[in-house]
């Protein structure tokens, strides 16, 4: 199983992510952190991910060829991120065939109706349980 985790800004929720996979479900995943910025991807990369990359193309590319994606819903909307996410990066994610494992914690003007203020910790690790449900169908 390819899982893409992908962040931008300072990365701190895509590192979160991956070290709560890595914490429950050890090295078998491969994941892969791409990051909307190099600052992202390296934060990423310290926190256990297997290969990183940064940009628009290799998040074009990156998300059309793992199984699943893990990300804020920042990364389904163009020009969030104070500008990083560019249209293109979202509509690859938009349009990937992987499934989609988002948490619903945005800086922009968008309000996910329906949805409980979780904080961060208690969201990854709801996300990391149902990666390792999914994990354990494969």
Not at 9 to 23: D, F, M, S, V, Y
Not at 112 to 117: E, K, L, Q, R, S
Request: charge should be neutral; glycine fraction near 10%.
């Amino acid at each position: 199983m390819r899982i893409m985790v992908m962040d931008g800004q300072g990365g701190g929720i895509g590192a979160t992510l991956i070290k709560g996979l890595r914490e429950t479900m050890g090295n078998d995943l491969e994941i892969l952190a791409l990051g909307t910025n190099s600052i992202a991807t390296s934060r990423m990369m310290k926190a256990g991910a297997n290969r990183g990359a940064t940009g628009e193309n290799a998040i074009v590319r990156t998300s059309q060829v793992v199984d699943i994606i893990i990300g804020p819903i920042a990364i389904l909307m163009a020009n969030t991120m104070m500008g990083e996410v560019t249209p293109g990066m979202a509509e690859a994610v938009c349009s990937s065939l992987a499934r989609k494992f988002i948490i619903p914690l945005t800086q922009e003007k968008v309000r996910i109706v329906g949805i409980t203020d979780e904080p961060l910790p208690h969201l990854v690790n709801e996300v990391v349980k149902l990666i390792e449900k999914e994990y354990k169908h494969v």
